[in-house]
């Protein structure tokens, strides 16, 4: 499985963003996916994951209320709607999968797209 995320920018506090993670192959359905994002001088950070079906979806709390995750099946593309911006939100996102679990951890993921930059200014 290939990943490509996309959508990232700059954007006011208070804003939003789409970011989109276009997938390749034939089955997309069968992967969860996830976001994760990484600061400058930070480790990297869960943000939210989806189940292949997208029937089961959770959240880092500190973007719960926020950001919502979701995907289409037919596009083989996840989303990532990220509104009430903060700039504590400016980081690089990556998108990943894998066929077991996306582990809030991040660890044992099969697959990590490139990230894309999101900053958020004050």
């Known amino acids: 499985v290939q990943l490509q995320a996309s959508g990232g920018g700059l954007v006011q506090a208070g804003g939003s963003l789409r970011l989109s993670c276009a997938a390749s192959?034939?089955?997309?359905?069968?992967?969860?996916m996830g976001w994760f994002r990484q600061a400058p001088g930070k480790e990297r950070e869960f943000v939210a994951r989806?189940?292949?079906?997208?029937?089961?979806?959770y959240y880092a709390d500190s973007v719960k209320g926020r950001f919502t995750i979701s995907r289409d099946n037919a596009e083989n593309t996840v989303y990532l709607q990220m509104n009430s911006l903060e700039p504590e939100d400016t980081a690089v996102y990556y998108c990943?999968?894998?066929?077991?679990?996306?582990?809030?951890?991040?660890?044992?993921?099969?697959?990590w797209g490139k990230g894309t930059q999101v900053t958020v200014s004050s």
């Open positions: 990943a999968a894998d066929r077991v679990a996306i582990l809030t951890t991040g660890r044992n993921i099969n697959y």
């Open positions: 192959g034939r089955t997309f359905s069968t992967y969860a």
């Open positions: 989806i189940s292949g079906n997208g029937d089961s979806i």
